[in-house]
C-alpha cells in the first residue's frame, strides 16, 4: 500500500478477500489512465482492515476522485467505506465499479450514495470519466456504462453497451488497445503474492449462474504483447502465474502458444492456474499438458453438475462422457492438479441426485472438489427459476440460496456444514490417506453426510479446530463409527500427521501402533497444498 502524503487527484481503491487479489482489476485501470496515471495513487486494503483507517490513509492523498472496485465478498464494507467517506468529505466525487455493481444499480444503496456508477469492463471508461471530471466540460449521466472493449484491432469493430447510458469517453478510446497493466506488479506483490494474468475475457457459454455468461464474445489478448509482459515477469522472478480466463482451452492455438511459452522456459517451482472447460481437450493440447511435470499445472475445472435435466435447465452444456474421459486422462496421464467444482442448491436438483454426482466426480479422483453453494449473483438470469423451483436467496452478500423447492432449509445447513468439514479433510491435503479410508466400498456422500453430522454433534459451531483434533476426530469416527481396525486407521493417520510437517507423537495414537518418524516432508519447488495431494 503507498502510505506517503504526496496529494494525488485520483485514488483508486479497493479491499481484498483473503486469496483474492481484486486489485488486479485497479492495475488495469492505472494503466489506461494515459497522462492521468501520475496523478493518481493506487491503495490496496484487506477486508477486515477497519474502515476508518482506510478512509484515513485514503484521505491522506487529499484525492478529489475516489475509485473504489466493489466484488460480492466486500460489498458490505465498501457500502460502509462509501457512506462513511461522503459524511467526512461530501465534495470528493466517488466512482464505484466492479462485478457486483455493474447490474441492479437502481436497487443498491451504494450506487445511491456514490457520485458515478461504472458498469461493465472500465478499463478505459474510467480513464474518459476522470478526464472530464478534472478537466473536461460539465455534468454527465450518474450511471455511465463502458464499451465493450475489444484487443484486437478489427476493421469494423463492433461495441455494445452494458448499461443504461453510453459514457462517450475521450475521443477515439473504443478505437484503442487496452494497455496491459503488468508493470505495475510491485516488488512486494512479486515477493508474496501469486500473480493474476488474463489473455483473454467473456465465455461462449450462457451458464445461468454466471455473470461470465453476460460477457460475450470470448476477446483474446494480441498474444505477442501478452507473452513479451509474461516474459517481463519471468524476469523479474515471477514464479506462480494465476490466469483468470474463464475458458482458457478454448482457443487451441493460443493455449498451446501459452503453454509452450512456460515449457520452454520452466524452472523448478514454476506454478500455472488455468480455469479450462472441463469437455474440451483434444490431442494437440494434451501433448502440450503432457509434458510439464508434476504439480506445475493447476487446472479448475467446473463440473456444477452432472445432472443432464438439471443442467438444461440452467443452460448449461457439457458432454458429460468426454469430460470424464478428460479427467481419467488427466489423472492417469499428467501430474496437473485438478480442482473441480460442484454447485449445491440449483433448481431442480434433490440431495439425492447431487450425492450421486458427487460420487461419481469422487471416483474420478481429483485432487479437490470444491463444493460451492448457488449464490444469486446480480444480473444473472437463474431468477427465472425462482417461482417454479421455489428458490429463497439470502439478500445479502454473498447471496446464498437458502432453501430450494427440493431442498429445505435444515437439510442445506447440513450441506454447508459438509463442504466444510470436506474442504477441512480432503481438500486441504492433510489427509490424503486417510480420507480414502471413509469411502472404500461405500458411498462418499453418504460416508461424509454422516461424518458431517457426527462432528456437527460433537463441536457444534467451532469454527476453528487444530490439526491434531481434526486427526483424533476422524481416527473415533473411522474406528467407533465404521468399525475400522485400530491399527488401519491409526497407521493411515499418522502418515498424513507427518506429510503435514509435523513430528510431535499425537496422544490418542500412542500404544496403538509404532510411531516411527519418517520425516515425509513436501515438495519445496510447488505451494505447499498442491504439494501435499502429491506424497
Known sequence: MDSSCIQRDIVLTTLNAKYIHASFGLRYLMANLGPLASRCAMLEFDVNQRITDVLES?????????GIGIYIWNATQSLQLVADLKRLRPEVIIVVGGPEISHETDQQEVCRL??????GEADLAFAGLCGQLLEGPGPMTKVIAAELPEFEHRAAKATRPLALTVFPGVPGAREAEVALPYHLYSDADIAHRVIYVEASRGCPFKCEFCLSSLDVPVRNVPIDAFLCSMQSLLNRGVRQFKFVDRTFNLNLNISRAILDFFYERYAPGLFLHFEMIPDRLPEALRQSIARFPAGALQFEVGIQTFNDDVAALISRRQDVARLEDNLRWLREQTGVHVHTDLIVGLPGEDIASFGRGFDRLV???????QVGILKRLRGTPIV?????????YSPHAPYEVLQTKLID????????????????????GNFVESIALLWADRSAFDTLMRLSDWLYARLGR???IALQNLCEHLFRFLTAELQLPAHLAARAIWHDYQRCGRSDRPAFLVGVIDLPIDNRRAHKHMPSRQARHLI
Open 384 to 392: 427465472r427459476h425462482d417461482q417454479a423451483w421455489g428458490m429463497i
Open 409 to 428: 432449509f435444515r437439510t442445506m445447513q447440513r450441506l454447508r456444514r459438509f463442504s466444510r468439514y470436506w474442504d477441512l479433510y480432503a481438500n486441504s
Open 363 to 369: 471416483a474420478l479422483r481429483p485432487q479437490e472438489i
Open 462 to 464: 467451532n469454527h476453528g
Open 114 to 119: 456514490a457520485d458515478y456508477v461504472v458498469t
Open 58 to 66: 485514503i484521505l491522506q492523498h487529499s484525492p478529489k476522485i475516489v
